[in-house]
């Protein structure tokens, strides 16, 4: 067992952890009270959103994919919401649309990756512009809120004891993705995927099945979020949610999920997701900008995707020199 804890303390995820811990002494140190549960509810909360975001795009990101249209989806879902109901639609009917509408976005984004052949890349940057675009024409530069009591004390007022229902969400969502990415076979196929795509056709795998549902699943979760999110702000503008992408990809592979895909874990997200809200979290009690941790967790996504290859390359010259090592030992003087 000790070994086994050493060798996890020397994995990327281990890391993760004390860096982690670093960050909430040196917070805990700056403000009394900092690890009080209610303060990290609190913490949480208030990017509760971005990490329920986070679960999908972990399978997006395995599979060897990408998804930048996330945001984007979380805006036209919250602006759904808002519009069908000042037209006068039922708001639980207005609900259901808007998450009819991110699977909707996320199977169309789908379509062209999986069917068409188009990179991931392009499709889903054309969907962030053309999303948050349909978004921007629903309701101009309008501020919509006024939803009903019930809606906002949903996203607003504790739920379940002290936790918010978002946060119960991203509970049960948590739950349900840990399983599904690392025990059942369509996770298996995720990372088969994401390692090649031929091994994957010739060993049988339904390709084109398997990314459509990845990419459905990631509109239909980004759109709850979003609908989440209105609840939580009371209103909202074509503009919500935007540039959320940026956090949602630096947690992601910064927890270790290789940006060509095929590598990760769950545990290494879920670090990672802790980490940066506490890193956001001190870099605001030491009342440094908004700009400016923008600026931290885009230097923390170069860092993500260049310290992993960077150590995989000195392990295979490493491995090499000693293989050409032992290789002139065997054949002596």
Do not use: H
């Not at 931290?296 to 290859?309: D, K, R, Y």
């Amino acid at each position: 067992m000790g070994r086994d804890f050493v060798r996890r303390l020397g994995t990327w995820e281990g890391l993760l952890l004390a860096i982690l811990v670093v960050v909430v002494l040196v917070n805990t140190l700056a403000v009394p009270g900092y690890l009080q549960p209610q303060n990290q509810i609190n913490l949480v909360q208030l990017s509760v959103e971005k990490a329920i975001v986070v679960l999908a795009m972990t399978f997006v990101i395995v599979s060897g994919e990408i998804d930048l249209s996330v945001a984007s989806v979380m805006g036209l879902a919250a602006v759904t919401v808002a519009w069908l109901s000042g037209e006068g639609a039922p708001f639980p009917l207005a609900i259901v649309i808007a998450l009819g509408v991110g699977g909707l976005c996320g199977l169309f984004n789908g379509f062209w990756i999986a069917i068409v052949g188009l990179p991931s890349l392009a499709v889903t940057l054309a969907g962030l512009i053309g999303y948050r675009g349909i978004a921007r024409l629903l309701i101009e530069d309008r501020s919509i809120g006024g939803f009903p009591d019930w809606f906002a004390r949903l996203g607003q007022q504790p739920f379940l004891g002290p936790l918010p229902f978002a946060l119960v969400v991203f509970g049960v969502l948590l739950v349900v993705a840990f399983v599904v990415l690392g025990y059942s076979g369509f996770g298996r196929y995720l990372y088969v995927l994401g390692n090649s795509l031929e091994v994957a056709r010739f060993s049988g795998v339904r390709v084109a099945r398997i990314r459509i549902a990845t990419f459905t699943m990631s509109g239909l979760v980004a759109a709850l979020a979003g609908v989440l999110l209105a609840a939580r702000l009371g209103a909202v503008r074509g503009s919500t949610a935007e540039g959320f992408e940026l956090d949602i990809i630096t947690m992601v592979l910064l927890g270790g999920v290789s940006i060509f895909g095929g590598r990760g874990t769950m545990a290494g997200v879920i670090l990672s997701i802790l980490l940066i809200l506490n890193l956001r979290n001190g870099l605001g009690l030491a009342n440094i900008t908004g700009n400016t941790q923008t600026g931290v967790i885009g230097v923390l996504l170069i860092l993500s995707v260049l310290v992993p290859n960077l150590a995989s390359s000195a392990r295979t010259r490493w491995r090499r020199s000693r293989g050409a090592a032992a290789a002139a030992g065997a054949e002596g003087p």
